[in-house]
């Protein structure tokens, strides 16, 4: 049983995992005093030095005066009476830094070619007339940056400050460790793309802004390089970056954030200039020249740091056409580079550039299609989280490697999911570790929508960019504690890092736009009853915390921790009103009417939740920014308004059983089912059924390099597990890593092992899927695929696995007698997460969640 230990984990890693922490309690031997008495040590940076270094300094000078009261000088030289400073500087542009390497006052080995790394060391008397100095070295201009925006974190300015209203934790003293710290990132590009951003980013940014001009974008750079991103695609649904307002290249190019372009917006144009400028069909056969042009000037424009986006898709973010031919795509692109190259002035390999391989462009490769070595391969996931394609590790290498395109909101089929934050930060870690095992390092993007509500996952996503092999199985639930520390402090940490482990566990069974009255069923082992009651104890509990938490924090707070748990809550209980009412309406009875009333109350209390985040905290700030609709949809594509689900009023009812009342019986004492004289936790037959989370296994025995180990909280209803390391492989037929489960039972005869899995698809395009093996009572194992039958990631079945956020398999064994058994579930391939076994002797019912873990604790 893994639950003790797991929380045992949680609790030792809590405090020991992160970034080499800077500050120092108290002053020192090698201790920097930053703030002390009322004074700040001087901000240095050469005048000579990039655009980014100087306000990265300027930042710093703001973030000290915001923790500590006290604003420090910011010079750009030396001075008399500067007897501490904070010298800032990239390698390539200080000389006040070359100038101490060259003394050899300052080592900065450590930085040679690391990109974007940077170094921070305490230097005693560095210049003339200065004591000490803290350097804050970059080996590039990025490198700097992170290295200050790393400190001021630390020193209590989270990267959140402006866009989630999260306060400066105030200290009077603040020291800094002597080091050396020396960091780089191990993904090279690390970014977001903000996207389908009306109504709510767009209405907003208007009213902030007047649009996505050069005002708003300097925000979302801060914000990028403070999270430790360095890459953009912006906002192009309407919109179109370089040509909306000619100062957004200028802004992205002071603070050094690469801007690119998305996957089906070729050589730095955007999807909308084409309706501005373009002359005739968006085809290349009958239309090359124009296009040409058109893909010229926006190279032309595109005078900051990028990465091309190269390939051709239908326009709009349509296919290409069935009849479009490889070789024509291959010619596309030999033509894109020639544009590239001649524009640059250098070989085309010389400019960073990328292919998309997403939807139907990765079919295309599938069949042969190629492209240079050095562009980059973007592998996509499925819009839901789900990656659809891994390099092999006996591939070949490519100079410009591979990336992952990801998503964290979608509009699309099954449907829109762009409300609420609904991403299990487990799920995300699972599969972009897979990402990085397999080799996909150079690019990592992922789709945040509106930027907001997406503060946690978007943390964890470019946190988890930047040292992939901090964060693994074992410690991943710490995350949620150390940023609501980062973010308010440690008092309520625990607390509240809790509640947001909890939201994002149950927000993820089932996308809020999927919801309705059916989803749960009211009267199979009491789904609804139980998830309105997880929901309400949380509602409750995170309410609580709010009282706990100091005024100045409960703007941050209600955005990032209550309001996402308070819609989430209320729209729960609208729906499960709506099946009260429709199960007593279908009886004729007139308790209905009271649950339509409800259902209505609840659906007016959405808009009120609704309209405090718009105008009941930050003075206003956030209005608009919560505008997407999400109840009434009857297809894929919102619906204008939000709409009332239909309720059904009774006239002269009579009364009727409850739900309870017609609900399978009371199950048979656990107590009577398991024999005399065992002992610990047993699993047991209740009603013809035995439910078992996979954490929960009897006996792991690993084999062939592959272990077992559980990622906390992945399932819907626990935790999961799977096989490390996720690049081992094992066989059919073979002496495989191996868990099993024993309960007992009253029943025999034939048996149906139920397997609850995430939805993962088959990452190597094999014939045979991702594979895995189940028995009962040392039976010939049955080998199952989890996923061949998805062919691509639009077909129906995929549509269940993406809705359900589960795949369900089922293998069929005939047992004899009652009485203790064993089934045992065998991992072929990784990659595969099994979050639950349900053993059907005959009694499942329909739900969507399944019977709850049938144990008892025998003494």
Sequence with gaps: MKTTVLLFIFMVCAATVGAQEFLADKAGKDVFTLVASGRSATILVDAQDHELVQRAAQLLQKDIAAVSGVQPALVNKTSAGAKNIILVGAMDKSLLLQQLVQQKKLNLAALKGKWEGYHIQMVQQPFSGVESALVIAGADR????????????????????????????????????GGPFTDAPKVKYRGIFINDEAPALSSWSKEQFGGFNHKFYEKVFELVLRLKGNYLWPAMWGSAFYDDDPKNIEVADAYGVVIGTSHHEPLMRAHDEWRRFGQGKWNYDSNAVKLQEFWRGGMQRATNEKIVSVGMRGDGDEPMSRETATALLERIVADQRKIIADVSGKPASQTPQLWALYKEVQDYYDKGMRVPDDVTLLLADDNWGNLRKLPKLDEKKRSGGYGIYYHFDYVGGPRNYKWLNT?????????????????????WIVNVGDIKPMELPTSFFLDYAWNPEEWNQENLLTYYTSWAAQNFGNTQSVAIGKLLRQYAQISARRKPELLDAATYSLQNYGEWERVVAEWTTLLQQSEAVEQALP???????????????????????????????????????????????????????????????????????????????????????QPEVNKMPEVKYVTNGTAAASPVAVAEAVATSPKNLVPAGVKGPVFYEQNGVVSIEAANWTKAVGANGMQWGVVPDIGRTGSGITT?????????????????????????????????????????????????????????????????????????????????????????????????????????APGVVLQKLVIDFGGLKPSYLGPQETIVHNK
């Design 423 to 443: 991403n299990n930060l487990s799920r995300v870690w699972e599969q972009m570790h897979l990402a990085w095992e397999y080799g996909a390092r150079q690019i």
């Design 551 to 637: 005024v100045a924090y409960r703007d941050a707070y209600f955005q990032l921790v209550l309001h996402p748990i308070k819609a989430m809550a209320n729209l729960h209980q609208m729906y499960h009103a709506v099946a009260l009412n429709r199960f007593y309406a279908a009886q004729n009875n007139s308790a209905a009417n009271a649950f339509a009333d409800k259902a209505k109350e609840y659906y007016i209390n959405d808009s009120l939740i609704t309209l405090h985040y718009h105008k009941g905290i930050s003075g206003g700030k956030w209005n608009g920014m919560m505008s997407q609709t999400h109840i009434g949809y009857t297809y894929w594509q």
């Design 142 to 177: 990025r490198g700097a940056a992170y290295g200050v925006f790393e400190l001021s974190k630390q020193m209590g300015v989270s990267p959140w400050y402006y866009w989630a209203d999260v306060p400066a934790k105030k200290r009077t003293e603040i020291f800094v460790k």
């Design 724 to 828: 490390f390391p996720v690049t081992k492989w094992g066989q059919p037929g073979a002496n495989n890593a191996t868990v099993s489960y024993d309960f007992y039972s009253t029943s025999s005869g034939e048996v149906t092992v139920h397997l609850y899995f995430s939805p993962t698809l088959n990452f190597h395009n094999r014939d045979e899927g991702l594979e895995f093996a189940v028995s009962v009572d040392g039976a010939t194992p049955q080998v199952i695929s989890l996923n061949k039958e998805d062919k691509n990631s639009i077909s129906g079945i995929w549509n269940k696995w993406v809705s359900d956020n589960v795949i369900v398999k089922r293998a069929t064994f005939k047992v004899e007698n009652a009485g203790k058994r064993t089934v045992s579930y065998a991992a072929i």
